[in-house]
Every structure is written in C-alpha cells, then in structure tokens.
C-alpha cells in the first residue's frame, strides 16, 4: 500500500488555523509560508477599507471601517461613494465629548461592546476609534469626536472603550497619535512643543489606551511632530510607541497620511491606508518590494509589519468561528440613551426652572431648528447611518405631547456644506453663518417669538451642527459664537417669556452672551446619538437627574483660552508651516487656575436636581511607595435620587519645575438615594504625584507637600487635605 503522501481532504489542520494555539504561535507558523507579495498585501490597502488576506491559505483580508460613534455605511469599495447597501444603519452612540461628559468608564466600555457587537454584525475587523486628541482650543472641528481637555478622564474613557471593543473581537483601534489638535492644515502642519508637554498633556490617553487598555491598533496622525508626519515618525513610533510603551499592534495610517516610503519602511508605520492612486502604487507597495529586491531594506522590516497586522486579525477571531455579531438590537439602543443622559450637563437652573412637569403646562412651544435636525450622519469620518435617531422634538413630543400642547418654530436655519455655501473663509463671523437671507432671518424669528409668547414655557433647542465651520472634521470654528443669529433670537425670546429653557446641541465650547444672565435654565446637551431626544426629554421632565460634568472648560471668550490668549498665529492656526504650544502644559482649566482667570463654565462643572455634601476627607498612603489612598464621604442631601462626579486634584506645594495650578488625578461617579452616604475611595497612583522630567527622561514623583482638593468641579473644592511623599519615586 502507498503510505508515503496524505491526501489533502486528510491534511493535518495547519497550526495557524488552530485556534487553541497561542496568536505567536500561529503567526510563528504562517508568516514562512507567505511569499514576498502576500506579506506586501497585508502593509497596504487593497480597498478603501481593506488590506491583505491570502485566499490559498485561508486567510481572510483584514476589514477596518470608521468609526468612534458607530459602524460608518459601506462605501466603496474602490471609492468614497456609498456602496448602496440597505442593512448597514447602525446604531449611532454619542460622540466621545458626550461619552466623556458622563465621566462614567462603564459606559465607555458598555459603548465599545455595543460598536464591537455591531462591527462583527456586519464583519470588521478593526475600528478606527476611539479619538482621543486632546480638546487644545474649543475652536477645533474635531472636538465633539473626542474626550475632552483633560489627559487623566480621556485615558480613563479610553481604556473602557478599548477594553470593551476588544472583549467583542474586534481591534480597537485609538487616533490620532499624536498632536492632531486642530483641523486646518491638518495633512501638513507642523507642531512643535517642549517635551513635558508631550508626556504630560498629548500622551497620556495613548498611553493608557495601549499599556492597560490593550489596544491592538494605533492611527498616525495627518500632521507633522518636530518636523516629520506622524504616520512615519520614528520618535512618536518607535521609540515611544514601540520600545518605550511595549506596543506590539500596528500603527495603521490615517487616510493620506503616508508621504515617503523610506520613512514608512523605517519609522514604525505598519499599515498605510488611503493613500492616492493604485494600491501597488502605495508608498509601501512596489516601491517597498523593489526596495526589499534592491537590498535597501531588510525583509525582516515587512516581517515585523506583517506580523503586528496578523496579531490583529487573528486576535479577532477572524481565521476562526466568531461569534455572530448584532445590530440595533434594543440593548444598543438602551445604552446609547443611558450615554446620552448620563452625558447631559446641566448648566444653570435658578428658581428651580427644571424639571418641567408636564401636567402643569398647557402649552411648550419647542424652538429651534436644531430640534427636528438629526446629525448622527454628520462630521464627516465619525458619521453613522443610524438606523433610528430621535430628534429633541420627538422626544419632546412623546413624552410630553399627551399632556400638554407642544408646537414647533424653526427661529434659525443652521448653515449647509461649504460647497453649497459660499463664504470668505477668512472673514467670516460663526454668528453669521446660515444660508437664510436678512429677511427670512427676520420672519423665523418674528415666528418664533410669537411661538414663545403663546406658550407657557419655552424649550430653545440651539448650538452648532456638523457643517462647515462648526463641529466638523475638516475646518475648525471661527469663534465661539452659536451660529445663525441665534444669540439675538434667544434674547428675544426670553423678553418676552422668561420660562425659557435653552438646551444646548453642541459638540465645543460656546459663549452665551447677550441671553445667559436672563434664561433661567441651561442645559448642554452634545450630540445625542440614536436616543439623543429621549434622553433630553428624560432630563427636561426629570425621569432622569442629570449628571453630566464637563469635560472641557467653556471659556467667556476665546482670548482667555490659552492657545489664543497671546492672538499669535504661531500658536494658532501655525505661521510658515509650523505650529508652536507655547501655552505648553497649560492647557484647558490648567491655564484657567494657573492665571486665575474666570471660565463662563469650569471644567468639571455641572450641576444636579439635588444636591451633594463631601465630609470626613482622609488621606493615607497606599502600599506601594508615592502612592495614596483618598477617602471621603459623599451625602445626597436633597430629596432626589442622583449622581454626582467626585473629583480630586493634586496641588504640588514647591515642585522643582512649574507645574500647573493643580491637576485631576481621580473621580469617581456615585449615585446616592435621598438621604444616602456613601464611603468613596479613589487610589491615587504615583503618576498622579510625578512630573516628566525631561532631564531624567522619566516620571518624577519627588517627596514633599502636596494638598489634595476634593469636590464637585475644578472650582468647587469641598474638602482639602495636605499630603506628604516622603521618598521620591523616578520611573518610566
Ligand atoms: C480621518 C480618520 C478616519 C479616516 C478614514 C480620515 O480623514 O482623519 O479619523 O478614520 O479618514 O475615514
């Protein structure tokens, strides 16, 4: 009998398909089975969204697709147009500045299983989320797609949400890595700024995302950092990235954002994506393989690249039984209304204004054409096509319309795309923005008006929307004004009703000048997601006790924020190609307390239906060295059940170098019944002490006196205690 060939039908399963063998092991395993080409295929694109996959050996192509806020429609999948597709909607979450404003890490991970679940529905492999950049000016286009100003709640947010997606089989993958703070000039600027505002301010999110979170991927970013792209940067890549940080994923790069091959090939970059012109065109396609022939670079180069890529796609699952995935199921839903409302920030209610009980109205008249305006789809990259999306109107309506009469008045059309609408980019105030002709102007707001003197309260639904010029990938704001007029109309309609709610569709920062001193009732509201009315309406009405903080510091006016304070374009927009931080770690409410300048709104702030009591703060050291345990009492003392964000700030007493005023470093979110106490806890880690020392190339957690501030907000410290490191602590 012949023995000496098996036949294929009987083949042994080769190792790399064996998922009970270790991911190393299977990369081990496959890699020496590619040839040149197929290990090519996997370091470049092959569709708008895809990259790799090597059918002979079973090995499917790698899917990414946008994006934080939900799985984006199929397009493509050569082109940027929509693939036409009926079962791609998707259930569109908050963005990550109504994500962060819940300063609940719960929900962050709850938002990554609900996007995972959704992106093994409709079979990807990596997500191109969660944004992270910091909130460096509340002028950015992006701001509304990340977590904020503050490094410590954007990496607590981060790691939930990575942590999350990845429990679901699917890559998260965090962006964009690193100093893509603003919009304009965003494929070329470059961004100069000292070392410990690098580690201190820009970093750390990322950091957390790739050391405890766990992510697999990392986006490089358009701009330039000390003068190289970041997508090929050997010091943000390599050094920090890889050899620093450990990071054994891929570095995937942002749409167009490779420029060279030989900086590519070297600097770290392991997948480029979306660049122009045919795939084996790609910097990282022919010219790598002719490079690789010429012995310019080492195969071991690609190997390494291929490897990151395929720890990616074998960690999902994808060479073997995933689990089925699911869309829009009604726990998606929940949980993006549970992100919405826990997001809600209450901003001002004198006089006990809200909440509405509806029995005792006859009539609300809504206003405001935000309030019939969806904008999951909008901002570009981070859109969703959602499969349901509650305006504030239906909300409104359906919680309220069986009691009392609720009208409608459109007051203000929000502008249209750029190129729709013709406007000097240069001198165009954000005030000023709207397609509508000065007499339609008038005639909404003389409706409007009318709408609100009929009625017995008024619900203002204004802010921004993802156009042009507003909360938009692409161009940054013009200043911080609301948009189309609608300043003037909302002083308007307070004249002549004072029941006025005004309730706030933003994703950045706005001035509320000439109207807030008047409105008795304020609320920011961000943009919602596929529950973003119900969950407004469950606030306005009082089903839910808001308890959203914000994360980022509404400023009065854009010359206090410190990347415009100076009113250099050096600092901003960048002059000559460059961009200097020179406000350096002073960012956000840093820069608010260490000039001791008034914010409109402090970052942290909100407020509640109820009302907290902090006492019995107790400082103890924790068992490692430079570490400390917080402890406190929390009381709800009002007659509603609630939540409130506790916060602790650090205060370094002499530190050697400058340091900010004082620096969040812990919070926690406790919900408390009437009457209830609770014991809070936060650890505090030897980083919330340290400073990067630039000279030691390391964290610095030098013994001496701190004080430790506890409270409600950056401006509402309760409760303070000195605390005294006795040894110094000097790590990476
Ligand atoms: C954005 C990325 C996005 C990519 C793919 C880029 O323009 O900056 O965030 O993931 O496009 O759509």
């Not at 006089?351 to 006859?362: C, F, H, Q, W, Y």
């Amino acid at each position: 009998m012949f023995v000496g060939a098996l036949r294929a039908d009987v083949a042994p399963r080769p190792l790399y398909l064996d998922a009970t063998q270790s991911i190393e092991a299977r990369i081990d395993d496959l890699l020496p089975r590619l040839t040149l080409e197929e290990k090519l295929g996997f370091v470049h694109a092959n569709s708008k969204f895809s990259a790799g996959g090597v059918e002979r050996l079973g090995i499917p192509r790698l899917w990414l697709a946008d994006g934080p806020q939900g799985v984006r429609e199929e397009i493509g999948p050569d082109t940027w147009a929509s693939a036409g597709w009926t079962n791609d909607f998707a259930t569109a979450m908050p963005p990550g500045i109504g994500l962060a404003a819940t300063w609940n890490p719960e929900l962050a991970v709850a938002t990554g299983r609900v996007i995972g679940e959704e992106a093994r529905m409709r079979n990807k492999q990596v997500m191109l989320g969660p944004g992270l950049n910091i909130m460096r000016t509340p002028l950015g286009g992006r701001n509304y797609d990340y977590f904020g100003e503050d490094p410590w709640l954007a990496g607590r947010m981060t790691v939930g949400y990575v942590r999350g997606m990845q429990a679901e089989q699917v890559i998260a993958c965090i962006k964009h890595f690193a100093a893509n703070n603003q919009e304009q000039e965003r494929g070329r600027i470059n961004v100069e700024m000292d070392e410990r505002t690098l580690r201190e301010i820009y970093l750390p999110a990322f950091e957390a995302g790739v050391k405890e979170g766990g992510a697999l991927a990392v986006m490089g970013a358009y701009n330039q950092f000390r003068g190289e792209h970041c997508c090929h940067n050997d010091y943000l890549l390599n050094q920090i990235l890889k050899k620093e940080w450990g990071f054994t994923g891929a570095v995937i790069s942002d749409w167009s954002g490779t420029h060279d091959t030989r900086q590519a090939v070297l600097n770290g970059l392991d997948l480029e994506m979306g660049t122009n012109g045919a795939y084996d065109d790609f910097f990282l396609a022919k010219p790598f393989r002719e490079g690789i022939k010429a012995g310019t670079y080492p195969v071991a180069l690609l190997d390494d690249k291929v490897r990151r890529n395929l720890r990616m796609l074998i960690a999902t699952g994808a060479l073997d039984q995933r689990r089925p995935g699911s869309i829009n199921t009604a726990e998606h839903l929940a949980t993006a209304r549970r992100v919405a409302e826990e997001g809600i920030v209450l901003l001002k209610n004198t006089g006990g204004l809200l909440p509405l009980d509806p029995a005792k109205v006859t009539t609300i008249a809504v206003i405001g054409e935000n309030a019939v305006r969806k904008f999951a789809a909008g901002g570009n990259s981070a859109g969703v096509k959602a499969f349901r999306e509650i305006t504030a109107f239906e909300g409104i309506v359906a919680r309220a319309g069986a009691q009392a009469n609720v009208t409608f008045s459109t007051g203000y059309r929000q502008p249209v795309r750029r190129s729709v609408y013709q406007v000097d980019a240069a001198g165009v105030r954000g005030s000023e923005l709207s397609p509508a002709k000065p007499e339609e102007i008038e005639s909404l707001a003389v409706r409007a008006v009318r709408a609100a003197q009929e009625a017995d309260v008024v619900i203002f639904v204004g802010g921004l929307s993802h156009q042009t010029f507003g909360d938009d990938e692409g161009t940054d704001r013009r200043d911080l004004s609301l948009t189309a007029h609608q300043d003037e109309l909302i002083a308007r309609i307070v004249a002549v009703n004072p029941r006025t709610v005004v309730a706030l569709i933003t994703g950045s920062p706005v001035v509320m000048d000439p109207w807030l001193a008047k409105v008795p009732a304020v609320l920011q509201a961000w943009y919602g997601g596929s529950e973003a009315g119900t969950a407004l309406a469950a606030v306005l009405f009082g089903d839910v006790n808001p308890s959203g903080k914000l994360p980022c510091t509404f400023p009065k006016s854009l010359k206090d924020s410190p990347a415009h304070a100076a009113g250099l374009a050096r600092q901003f927009p960048g002059e000559n190609g460059t961009e200097h931080y020179d406000e350096g770690l002073l960012v956000g409410y840093r820069w608010f307390d260490t000039k001791q300048i008034e914010p409109l709104f402090p970052f942290g702030y909100g407020l509640s239906y109820t009302q907290f009591a902090y006492t019995n703060l107790k400082v103890v050291s924790g068992t490692a060295a430079a570490t400390a345990t917080v402890q406190f009492d929390l009381t709800n003392t009002g007659t509603r059940e609630g939540a409130e964000v506790a916060q602790v700030y650090v205060h370094s007493a002499h530190p050697r170098l400058a340091r900010p005023e004082k620096e969040l470093k812990g919070f926690a979110k406790v919900a408390l019944k009437p009457g209830e106490t609770k014991t809070v806890t936060i650890p505090l880690t030897s980083r919330a002490f340290a400073f990067y020392d630039p000279a030691q190339s390391a964290w610095s957690a030098e013994a001496g006196a701190y004080t430790i501030q506890v409270g409600g907000s950056s401006r509402d410290l309760r409760l303070e205690a000195n605390y005294q490191l006795t040894t110094t602590t000097v790590g990476r």
